[in-house]
């Protein structure tokens, strides 16, 4: 019986010391896999700030603490950095092919473009994490959940309750996305008649053509060129008296700015002009006028309700919805 457990304790000894050794290795391994990508991307003329890592988790994972990292890009059209105040990954060493990404609790973003002007964003939350599947070294499913995020940025800052993302890979390549954003408010002075909060967005879109790699004027007009588009199989918002639902396809026209052609059904549209005529936007003659013409081409819905039916469009950098111009659109970045 004595040497039954002799043995096994030796084979138990000596299994803990050969796993010690594979976590070990496969520290190693991560570190040098890190060094590798970071020369990578500067050998593609980014720039990756990686002062220090920290990796531990042992026995069972490989938990990376990466301590105020930044990854930009300088050349003389724009230039760009991205500095979140800490990146925490954990990974299992018996599955490479997947990790767990701690969302910073704040990060910023910078944006410098060719006539000298500034952009600046700073993001916080209370909680957020990322997990990512990768499959044949492409990225497969991506699944983000965020909570009590907090934007900084001009005009002001904004606020979301909570963000969820779901991404897979399709089998025709097209990157399949859903995104739920519950309990925004806008940043203030937003919102004209119809307030600053909105209860919900969602959108379930499918992205086409190699998606890029950079959010700079460079990598969207490479996606463009190889005839990138988006899909929007369904888009929901809900604000205020306003439920709005679409469908349709987004792109980018030559200057980068946004191309749409989507169908759009609006319930609540009396109710936005009346709080739109309250709020001084408009006339309340004009607000009632176009009130009574709409409902002579809306029609109902299951539940009763008028529902109207119209296209909004963008094209040239002006968003229309049915005949009417509503806004000039800009490029999403200047080249």
Do not use: C
């Not at 890190?34 to 938990?63: C, H, K, M, N, S």
């Not at 490479?96 to 916080?124: M, N, Y």
Request: glycine share 10%; aromatic share 6%.
């Amino acid at each position: 019986m004595q040497s039954k457990i002799r043995i096994a304790a030796v084979a138990l000894a000596l299994t803990g010391l050969a796993w010690t050794g594979y976590w070990v290795g496969a520290k190693v391994w991560l570190r040098g896999a890190i060094a590798d990508w970071a020369a990578a991307r500067e050998a593609e003329g980014f720039t990756v700030g990686i002062i220090e890592q920290d990796i531990t988790g042992f026995p069972f994972a490989l938990e990376v603490h990466f301590p105020a990292p930044t990854l930009g890009r300088l050349d003389d059209r724009e230039s760009w950095v991205w500095m979140p105040d800490r990146l925490d990954i954990t990974l299992r060493p018996w599955a490479f092919d997947r990790a767990r990404i701690q969302l910073p609790a704040e990060q910023r973003f910078s944006r410098l473009d060719a006539e000298g002007r500034v952009w600046l964003l700073t993001l916080r939350m209370a909680a957020g994490e990322a997990n990512v599947v990768f499959s044949g070294g492409v990225l497969d499913r991506l699944d983000i959940e965020a909570h009590e995020v907090e934007i900084q940025a001009p005009p002001g800052a904004g606020r979301i309750g909570r963000v969820t993302v779901r991404g897979r890979r399709g089998a025709d390549g097209a990157a399949l996305v859903t995104l739920t954003l519950d309990d925004i408010t806008l940043p203030p002075g937003a919102g004209a008649g119809l307030g600053r909060d909105i209860a919900r967005l969602f959108a379930e879109t499918a992205a086409s053509g190699p998606l890029p790699r950079t959010p700079d004027a460079a990598g969207l007009d490479a996606w463009r060129v190889a005839g990138g588009a988006i899909d929007v199989t369904r888009l929901e918002i809900e604000w205020g008296p306003l439920s709005v639902s679409a469908d349709g396809t987004l792109a980018l026209d030559d200057a980068l700015r946004p191309l749409a052609a989507l169908t759009a059904r609006i319930v609540g549209y009396g109710a936005v002009l009346e709080a739109l005529a309250a709020a001084g936007v408009v006339e309340q003659r004009d607000a009632s006028f176009a009130t009574t013409a709409l409902n002579l081409i809306a029609t109902r819905d299951a539940r009763g309700r008028r529902v109207l039916t119209v296209p909004v469009t963008a094209q040239n950098g002006v968003l229309m919805v049915g005949p009417i111009a509503i806004a000039r659109l800009a490029p999403i970045v200047t080249r």
